[in-house]
């Protein structure tokens, strides 16, 4: 079993900062991709941001250079570092993070989500 535990969402003004984070704890051989996703009320979830094991990253358009994706691989953490946050930011954020179990076995694995609401 694999839990994933998201904290830091919140209520915040527009130019506002908030630093997500996201902990899997569990039934962990190794993680690959660690990533962000987002869903709005009445749109698909999206990609926000993304960083393989290797450290390479990919966010969207509308993110590039006001969010930082970082991942602690000894607490096996993804952050999601949210500056110049915009009305538009507003949705329920997702850790997705790619775990293996063991050697062969490997799966997504989503959180619960935690709610950003960005105030005009």
């Known amino acids: 079993q694999v839990q994933l535990v998201e904290s830091g969402g919140g209520l915040v003004q527009a130019g506002g900062s908030l630093r997500l984070s996201c902990a899997a704890s569990?039934?962990?051989?190794?993680?690959?991709?660690m990533g962000w996703y987002r869903q709005a009320p009445g749109k698909q979830r999206e990609l926000v941001a993304a960083m393989t094991s290797g450290g390479s990253t990919n966010y969207a358009d509308s993110v590039k250079g006001r969010f930082t994706i970082s991942r602690d691989n000894a607490k096996n953490t993804v952050y999601l570092q949210m500056n110049s946050l915009k009305p538009e930011d507003t949705a329920v954020y997702y850790c997705?993070?790619?775990?293996?179990?063991?050697?062969?076995?490997?799966?997504?694995?989503w959180g619960k989500g935690t709610l950003v609401t960005v105030s005009s």
């Open positions: 997705n993070v790619h775990i293996y179990s063991d050697y062969f076995n490997g799966m997504d694995y």
């Open positions: 569990g039934s962990i051989f190794s993680i690959n991709a």
